[in-house]
């Protein structure tokens, strides 16, 4: 991406897309409108990027009717045909690169860097969940039984499936969830984040034009309210959401609640992300993995590091490394190429993250940040801050955000620091910087996280060799992106 050849050509593209007004409604609007919100650019507020026509009780009902007629004739064509049109998708997704970066860039304040990463994993999830759908959901599985009979299982659609998303990757864990749902035979009823409806709403329209028809696949704008509208539908076969903690378990509520058929929940949330770094590691990588984990996409990714654990006798040297590059990272516009930390996602954020850093400073920790250029208070900033704290149990919160915090450990009181860390009841992501390869056993056995990064960092998934997910409090599994995925959007049928 850094080649001039490449770049000088792509920002010119880019440019032309701004003045573009971008407009997310649902599939089906209604003749009574929702409410109409703007979309405005984290990176500066005062531009507006488009509008979010928000789903109404009516245009909910509606939905779930349609997608409940046409569902069994989507589960009949097969993981085959299902897998061609979701392959025409990705190819779709391709020829609109310059789209989706100028959206992920203006709508999510995403650097351009991070914008190619996430088309690219959108992409590969795809294609992916169709290749697993013809492995999993075309022929039967043959069963014999002792006296020869031919028994078959089948897996099939479970029904309707809504999906849930979240904004920090509006593009990817967007049609990750749902072309899961619809790889397995679901229809699909889908609501991206009230923060980045425009990046949902052009991928639906694209996944449309593949062919996968529009009652199949029905995007709901809205924010909470719209969601929990979904989610307490006496029809809806299953759930799949990204999000919070506290937004699971009220989904889950809502589910128990409903005089529904018992539905499925897939919940990816939040984690307490730690790295432990004993003297055996290699300076020069901890550096380079510490600052791409922690403030890549300024911090929010769900895998993003949280608390740094370094070993006393390394620690004072190693963080002074740490801040040589942290304060040469450069904070700014993400159109900007050499910018390495563009904003956060909206003022919310933006204010929690200060709180956070306003209180370390009154209990007087030691509390680093980097330089702020102009412009920047036009729109969600916050300064990557390193905050310096004796236990990863100081934190209660997820600081979801470019705040690192960091720990010191004695080598005697390893089996303490993983404890601390499982005691969180979060499992999301763990790393070790470790050459000792009996610390690395020792830390695999006791941690209690479903992705363990070994001195590398720790920045989420790669679909089908990295698939990513937690446990605990950071979520149900199975994993995105693995073998296994598919299945819990299913059902499984024995002919015998
Ligand atoms: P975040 O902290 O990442 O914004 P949230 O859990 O608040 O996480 O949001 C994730 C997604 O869940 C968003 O699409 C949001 O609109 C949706 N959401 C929020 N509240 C509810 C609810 N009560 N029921 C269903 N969906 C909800």
């Known amino acids: 991406l850094s080649d001039p050849l490449v770049l000088g050509p792509l920002q010119e593209r880019l440019k032309r897309l701004e003045s573009i007004q971008w407009r997310a409604e649902p599939t089906f609007p209604a003749e009574e409108p929702g409410e109409i919100a703007p979309i ?25 009717a349609r997608a409940e007629a046409i569902q069994p004739g989507w589960d009949a064509l097969g993981g085959d045909r299902r897998a061609l049109l979701l392959e025409e998708a990705a190819n779709q997704f391709e020829a609109h690169t310059d789209e989706f970066l100028s959206l992920c860039q203006r709508e999510a304040g995403k650097t351009l860097l991070d914008g190619v990463a996430e088309l690219r994993e959108a992409v590969d999830f795809l294609r992916y969940y169709a290749a697993e759908a013809r492995r999993q959901f075309d022929e039967p599985l043959y069963l014999p039984g002792p006296t020869g009979e031919e028994n078959t299982l089948r897996m099939h659609g479970r029904g309707v499936f809504a999906t849930i998303s979240p904004w920090n990757f509006p593009l990817a864990i967007f049609i990750g969830m749902a072309s899961a749902a619809l790889a397995a035979g679901n229809a699909v009823i889908t609501k991206p984040a009230e923060q980045t409806p425009l990046t949902a709403a052009l991928a639906v329209k694209l996944m449309h034009h593949a062919g996968i028809p529009p009652e199949v696949l029905q995007l709901l704008p809205g924010a909470g309210e719209v969601g929990q509208l979904i989610t307490s539908d006496p029809r809806v076969a299953g759930v799949a959401f990204t999000g919070s903690t506290e937004t699971a378990r009220l989904i889950n509520q809502s589910l128990a609640g409903r005089d529904g058929p018992i ?41 993003a590091l949280r608390v740094l654990y370094l070993q006393d006798d390394v620690a004072d040297d190693m963080l002074a490394m740490i801040r040589g590059g942290f304060e040469a990272l450069h904070v700014g516009d993400p159109a900007d190429l050499a910018t390495d930390v563009g904003p956060v996602i909206d003022p919310d954020a933006q204010a929690a993250l200060e709180r956070h850093v306003a209180r370390s400073i009154a209990s007087e920790r030691n509390v680093a940040r980097c330089f702020m250029p102009e ?61 000792i390869a009996a610390t690395r056993r020792y830390v695999q056995a006791r941690a209690k996280v479903g992705n363990f990064y070994v001195n590398r960092n720790q920045i989420g998934a790669i679909v089908e060799s990295q698939p990513f997910g937690g446990e605990g409090l950071s979520g149900t599994g199975p994993k995105a992106g693995g073998p296994n995925y598919l299945a819990r959007f299913a059902t499984e049928r024995v002919t015998c």
């Open 40 to 64: 405005t650019m984290p990176h500066d507020l005062t531009v507006e990027v488009g509008t979010r026509r928000d789903a109404t009780a009516e245009e909910v009902d509606a939905a779930y």
């Open 375 to 435: 412009g920047t208070d036009k729109g969600c900033y916050v300064a990557p801050t390193i905050i310096e704290v004796d236990s990863i149990l100081d934190l209660n919160r997820e600081n979801f955000g470019p705040v690192l915090h960091v720990a010191r450990f004695k080598s005697e009181d390893l089996g303490q620091v993983v404890a601390d860390i499982n005691a969180t009841g979060y499992g999301l992501t763990l790393g070790l910087h470790s050459r």
């Open 263 to 303: 539905a499925t929940l897939i919940a990816e949330t939040g984690g307490q992300n730690a790295m432990i770094v004993d003297s055996s590691a290699l300076p020069e990588q901890v550096v380079r993995d510490v600052l791409a984990s922690a403030f890549q996409s300024a911090g929010q990714r769900c895998s």
